[in-house]
């Protein structure tokens, strides 16, 4: 299927598509780009905005797309998609509710550098690339709060170069399974949230050798079995993977 027919059929899943109504506006006061918005002005900036609903699997744009639209993440799960020529698509990250993501090809006019697509049942809003610009040179608030947002994205990706660099693949997949828990003291036990293939990718490993990894970090105190993770000392593996001393 040509590039054309993919985003043919992508649109047709588009069906959920709808516009802003006063109940999004209040959800929108939220999320974190818009939160030091003065009403008025968070509602001219989304006022040509429009709100998809994707299903699990579905495509939101692919590599190399032209960057028409800012993304900003509502609900549910998107995985941000990477791969080169001859290899296999790999998962880069995993976006979260509130996530503003692929900003930087928004505002260069650049092809997206990884493609997205639903991991779970979301919800987006969607931002013109053009009124968007307009709207950053119209509202000094709306610009400062877009700078906010991209400072932090920069910060996120430098902290995960460094843990690429830095750490083992043990250490990263403590990383990500104390990600899963706001306890840091005692026990726990875990539900992953993703299958083995997106931890895998979220954590920089081949999908292959994950199941070693796990092995690596059972005299840890970590027992996996399916979908289900047991920590026995939340504060031993924190240590173990050096949690925090990033910033060091």
Not at 182 to 205: D, F, Q, Y
Request: proline fraction near 3%; include cysteine; hydrophobic fraction near 45%.
């Amino acid at each position: 299927m040509d590039a054309d027919l993919c985003r043919g059929a992508r649109h047709l899943k588009e069906m959920h598509e709808r516009s802003i109504t006063a109940d999004d506006l209040a959800t929108f006061a939220h999320l974190p780009l818009f939160s030091t918005l003065e009403a008025d002005c968070l509602r001219q900036v989304t006022a040509q905005g429009k709100i998809i609903r994707y299903q699990r699997g579905d495509i939101l744009f692919d590599q190399g797309e032209e960057a028409s639209w800012l993304h900003i993440l509502i609900e549910g799960q998107v995985g941000l998609t990477g791969s080169v020529s001859g290899s296999e698509e790999t998962i880069v990250a995993i976006l979260k509710s509130g996530d503003v993501f692929i900003a930087a090809a928004v505002l260069t006019g650049k092809p997206y550098l990884m493609g997205a697509k639903a991991l779970t049942t979301s919800r987006l809003l969607m931002l013109p690339s053009d009124r968007l610009l307009s709207d950053l040179r119209e509202y000094p608030d709306f610009a400062l709060a877009m700078l906010t947002s991209l400072s932090k994205n920069f910060r996120s990706l430098v902290l995960e170069v460094k843990d690429l660099k830095l750490k083992s693949a043990s250490q990263r997949l403590a990383l990500y399974l104390m990600s899963l828990t706001p306890k840091r003291e005692g026990s726990t036990i875990l539900h992953l949230p993703h299958n083995k293939i997106l931890i895998a990718g979220r954590v920089g490993v081949r999908p292959e050798t994950l199941s070693r990894v796990f092995q690596a970090i059972k005299k840890e105190g970590v027992v996996s079995e399916n979908q289900t993770v047991a920590i026995t000392d939340l504060r031993r593996l924190a240590d173990f993977c050096m949690e925090g001393d990033e910033i060091i």
